[in-house]
C-alpha cells in the first residue's frame, strides 16, 4: 500500500496539521492523562436494559484527548486497525474542534464508525498499536472513545451528511443478511450506482447488532440512523424473506439480480454436547440474547417469555458471554456467574466488557469447565458440575490450553446455565447453492484480495467466511467485495 | 405485511385464514411451516402451511386459539394484516411411493397432516387416514381429509362422533387388519408418543412432524432443541419431521414445558 503511505504523508503535511502539531510541544502533549470515559454508577445501571454504561466523552474531554495524539511521522495505530482508518487525521480534526470532518474522515473508511467507536476490540487493534502503548508503556490514545465521539457529535447534530450517489445504472444487486458486512456492502454498492436491495431473514434489519448486542452497550437508536441514512441513499430492505427458502437464487436471477453478496453470518450456535444439556433451564446466548433484544420479553407488554433466574451461571468468555451474564444482572439475577475455562487473560472479550461486569457485580470462576447438568425434581436444572482446570502449554491459537486437573470437580446451584461457547457459520444457504466452495469449518471460501466466491456473481464477507469474528472485519470484508464486485460488473456489462 | 383475505371458524376454538404471500405459496412443499408475528410486541409463532393457491398468490394456516399469541392472530378478520410472516422453513416431507400408509392425526395436527396426505396419495399410495378429537366439535378438515384419503377413519374420545376411542386405538386395527408400509403421524407431543410406541411394535417406519418451542426458526437459538437417535437437532432447520422410533420424547414433552411458569403468570395478568 505504498499510494496509500504516500496519501498519508501528503495530508500529514497540510497546513493545517503542521501550524496544529506546531501548536503543542510533544512533551506537553505527553504529560495529559487519558481521559476517563464517564459511566453509569453500576448499582444504577444494572436497573435497566436500555441504559448506556459508557456516556461518551464531552466536546472538551475530546479536544483534550485529542491533543495527547503526537501525529507520528509513522502512525502505527493504522496498522493496527483492520479498515486502515487514517486515525492521526480524524484524531486531529477532533483536537482543531471540526468535529464534522472528524466524522467524514472516519466516513471515508468505515460504514458504521458509530457503532465501531463502541463495539471494537481496540485494546487489541488501533490502541495496542499506538506510540503511547509501544514505546512508551503509557495508556493509548482513547481512539476508540474518540471515533464514538466524532461519529455521535455528527449524528446529533442533525447534520448527517448523506453521501452522492451515482446516477443509477439499473443493475440488480443482492445482499444477503443485514449484518455490518451487508450493511457496509451496501452501502457502497449505492454509491456506485446499482440498485441494492438487502434480504433479511428476521423481522429486523441490523443482523448480531440487533438481536444479539444489547442495548446498554449498543443503543438500536445509532444503529437506526445508520439504516435510514441508508434508505435514503436508496438501499431497499426485505425483511422477513430467507434466501434459498423464500426464493432460490435462482428465481432472484430471474427477477433480474445479477450478482449476490453473502453476508448471512455464524448464527448457529454451539453446544457443548455434555449431559443435561438439554434441560430446561439451559439454553444458547443466542436464544436468551434473541428473546431479550428482538423480542424484547424483558417488558412487561411483550408476548415472549424469557427465564429471571436467581443463580444464572453464563459458559464462555468472549462478547456474548459479557452481554449475556450482564443481562441476567438487569433482569433480576441475584448472582451472575462466568464459567470461563482458561484465564481473565485468554479471555476474547473486549477489555472493557469484563470490567463492567467486573464491577456490576459478575462473579467470575475462571478455570472451570462444566461437565455435566443435574435436574431438580420437575426435571430443570438445578447444578451444575464443573471440571476445575489448569493452563498448559499454548496451543494453535497461541493461547495457554486450558487442561483438567485429575479429580477436583465442583457443583455449584444454579437455575439458569446460558452456554456461550461460540457460533458456527450459518449452513442454510451453502446447503442450497451446490458448486459453492467451502472450507471443512462450513465458511465460504473466497478470494482473500476479492472476496469473489467459486461462484463467479457470487461474493461472501463477514462471519460466513471468517466464523464468529468482530464487526469491523465484517465491515470491512463488505467494503472490499463491492470495490471489486463494481470492478467485475464493470468488466460484464461494459459500463 | 400480509393481508388475511380470508378468515373462517372451523371449531370452537380453531381457525383457517388465508394469507397473501406469493412468494411463499411458490416455494413451499408439504411439511413446510411458516413463522408469524401479530403486533411490534408480538411473539414469533410456527404455523404449518396447510395448502397453498399458486394463482392467488395465498397459503393457507390453521391455527388454534390457546394463548396470548395464537389469541393475538385469531382475532385478526379478513382485510387485516399479519404484522410478520416468514418461510417457507424446515426441510419438507420426503414424499415417495411407499404402497399404503397410514396417517394419524390428533387435534388440531390434523391441519399440518393435510398437505401430506395429498401428496402422498398424489404419489401413488394408498392412504388410509386416522383423525381424531375430543370430541365432535373439535373436528376439523373431515371432508378435506376424504378427499384424499382411500379410507378415513374418525375418533373421537367421548365417542359423540365416528368411533370412540384413542386415535392408537383406529390405528391399531388398520395395521392388524392389512400391510401398512409406511407411518405419518401428528399431534399433541403426547399422541405422537404412543404413536410411535404402536408402530415401533409393529416395526413400521413412522415419521412426526414435531410442535416445539422455536424462536426464530431459522437455526439460530435452539429452543427447538430434541434428541433424535441420541443426537441433539433443531427441529426449525433438521426438521420438523423425523424418524418416530429415534425421538426422546419424554425430553421433548419436559422441553415443550420450559416456559409454563412465565406462560402462567402471563395468563394472570
Ligand atoms: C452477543 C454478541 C456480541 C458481540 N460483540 C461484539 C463486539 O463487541 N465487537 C465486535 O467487533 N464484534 C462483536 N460480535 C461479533 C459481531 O457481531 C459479528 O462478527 C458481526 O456481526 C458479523 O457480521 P455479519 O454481517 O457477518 O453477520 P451478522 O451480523 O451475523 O448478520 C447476518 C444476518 O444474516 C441473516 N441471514 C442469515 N441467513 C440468511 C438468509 N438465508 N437469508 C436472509 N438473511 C439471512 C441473519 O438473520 C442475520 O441477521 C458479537 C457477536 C455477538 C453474537
Ligand atoms: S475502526 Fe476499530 S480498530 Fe479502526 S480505528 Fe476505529 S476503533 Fe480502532
Ligand atoms: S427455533 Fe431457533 S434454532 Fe430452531
Known sequence: ?495 | MNKIVEKQRLSELVFKFVVEAPMIAKSRKPGNFVILRVGEKGERIPLTIVDSDLEKGTITLIVQNVGASSGKLCVLEAGECITDLVGPLGKATHIFKAGTILAMGGGVGVAPLYPIVEAFKKAGNRVITVIAARNKDLLILEKEMREYSDELIVMTDDGSYGKKGLITEGAEEVIKREKVNECIAIGPAIMMKFAAQLTKKYDIPTQVSLNTIMVDGTGMCGACRVTVNGETKFTCVDGPEFNAHQIDFDEMLQRLRAYKNEEDQAKKK
Not at chain 1, 458 to 467: N, Q, S, T
Open chain 1, 1 to 495: 500500500m505504498t499510494d496509500y503511505s504516500e496519501i498519508l504523508k501528503q495530508e500529514r503535511n497540510a497546513d493545517w496539521r503542521v501550524e496544529l502539531r506546531n501548536s503543542v510541544a510533544n512533551k506537553d502533549r505527553v504529560t495529559v492523562e487519558r481521559v476517563k470515559m464517564t459511566e453509569a454508577e453500576p448499582s444504577e445501571r444494572i436497573k435497566s436494559q436500555t441504559c448506556e454504561v459508557n456516556k461518551g466523552l464531552t466536546a472538551d474531554e475530546a479536544r483534550r484527548e485529542a491533543s495527547r495524539c503526537m501525529d507520528c511521522v509513522t502512525p502505527t495505530c493504522i496498522e493496527g486497525c483492520p479498515v486502515s482508518i487514517n486515525i492521526p487525521k480524524f484524531v486531529k480534526y477532533i483536537e482543531a474542534g471540526k468535529f464534522l470532518q472528524a466524522a467524514a474522515t472516519l466516513k471515508e473508511f468505515s460504514a458504521l464508525p458509530a457503532v465501531c467507536g463502541r463495539v471494537c476490540p481496540q485494546e487489541k487493534q488501533c490502541e495496542a498499536k499506538c506510540f503511547y502503548t509501544q514505546k512508551m508503556k503509557k495508556e493509548p490514545v482513547a481512539i476508540g472513545y474518540l471515533e464514538r465521539f466524532a461519529a455521535d457529535f455528527e449524528r446529533e447534530s442533525g447534520k448527517i451528511q448523506v453521501p452522492k450517489v451515482e446516477k443509477r445504472n439499473g443493475i440488480k444487486i443482492a445482499a444477503i443478511g443485514s449484518g455490518p458486512a451487508s450493511l457496509s456492502f451496501a452501502g457502497d454498492m449505492i454509491k456506485f450506482g446499482y440498485d441494492v436491495t438487502v434480504f433479511e431473514a428476521l423481522h429486523e434489519i441490523g443482523g448480531v447488532l440487533k438481536y444479539g448486542i444489547p442495548e446498554f452497550r449498543l443503543p438500536n437508536s445509532v444503529v437506526d440512523v445508520e439504516l435510514e441514512n441508508l434508505r435514503q441513499m436508496g438501499v431497499n430492505f426485505e425483511k422477513n424473506f430467507v434466501v434459498g427458502r423464500t426464493a432460490s437464487f435462482d428465481d432472484l436471477k430471474e427477477l433480474g439480480y445479477k450478482a449476490f453478496f453473502i453476508g448471512s453470518g455464524a448464527g448457529l450456535p454451539n453446544f457443548m454436547n455434555i449431559p443435561g444439556e438439554n434441560l430446561n433451564g439451559v439454553m444458547s446466548s443466542n436464544e436468551y440474547l434473541t428473546r431479550v433484544n428482538l423480542m424484547y420479553a424483558n417488558q412487561s407488554d411483550s408476548d415472549t417469555p424469557v427465564l429471571r433466574g436467581k443463580c444464572v451461571a453464563v459458559i464462555g468468555g468472549g462478547n456474548t458471554a459479557m452481554d449475556a451474564v450482564r443481562t441476567s444482572k438487569r433482569l433480576g439475577a441475584e448472582r451472575s456467574i462466568i464459567i470461563y475455562r482458561r484465564s481473565r487473560d485468554e479471555m476474547p472479550a473486549r477489555l472493557e466488557e469484563i470490567k463492567h461486569a467486573e464491577e456490576e457485580g459478575i462473579e467470575f470462576m475462571n478455570l472451570a469447565n462444566p461437565i455435566e447438568y443435574l435436574p431438580n425434581a420437575e426435571g430443570r436444572v438445578a447444578k451444575v458440575r464443573l471440571q476445575r482446570m489448569k493452563l498448559g502449554e499454548p496451543d494453535a491459537s497461541g493461547r495457554r490450553k486450558p487442561v483438567p486437573i485429575e479429580g477436583d470437580i465442583v457443583e455449584i446451584d444454579i437455575d439458569i446455565a446460558i452456554v456461550a461457547i461460540g457460533v458456527s457459520p450459518n449452513p442454510l444457504i451453502p446447503a442450497c447453492l451446490a458448486g459453492l466452495k467451502m472450507s471443512k469449518w462450513g465458511t465460504i471460501e473466497v478470494n482473500e484480495q476479492t472476496m469473489q466466491s467459486s461462484i463467479p456473481e457470487i461474493f461472501a464477507g463477514g462471519d460466513i467466511v471468517r466464523g464468529g469474528a468482530t464487526v469491523i472485519l465484517a465491515m470491512g470484508d463488505g467494503r472490499k467485495a463491492a470495490g471489486s464486485m463494481h470492478d467485475y460488473l464493470k468488466n460484464k456489462h461494459n459500463l
